[in-house]
């Protein structure tokens, strides 16, 4: 009985029931000087498969999104690699998340959010008000 109310408490993602976002790391592009970046934390808790980096669902709403950013050319301080985004998330949306880069020997990088429509949720929930 306890396992199960552990185990609800810290089911964040939402059920496949209602409109949902997905939050992923992007692909890497050479010309844009993008690479992905591992979701670390989705609002103060880190994600089961973090390391195998599969989207992370969530409830459409604001969110708390710690990502880091780590490449075999990257040297520096550890709070170098890291940065704290606050994504307001839509139904049915998709943001892949990247680091763009201006050099990867000094850990100079940003992330950049793309956003695209989740084609399934909606359609699904095309007709919800």
Request: aromatic share 6%; net charge negative; proline share 10%.
């Amino acid at each position: 009985m306890v396992l199960a109310g552990l185990a609800a408490s810290c089911a964040t993602p939402p059920a496949y029931e209602q409109p949902y976002a997905v939050f992923e790391p992007g692909t890497p592009s050479a010309a844009r000087r993008e690479i992905p970046v591992l979701i670390h934390e989705v609002d103060g808790q880190i994600p089961v498969d973090a390391r195998r980096q599969y989207g992370i669902p969530v409830q459409p709403g604001k969110h708390t999104v710690v990502v880091h950013f780590s490449s075999d050319s990257v040297e520096g301080a550890p709070q170098k690699h890291v940065r704290t985004l606050e994504l307001d998330a839509a139904p049915c949306t998709r943001y892949r998340i990247v680091a763009h880069h201006a050099a990867l020997v000094h850990v100079e990088w940003e992330p950049v959010v793309y956003q695209e429509p989740i084609g399934e949720c909606t359609a699904k929930f095309a007709n919800r008000s």
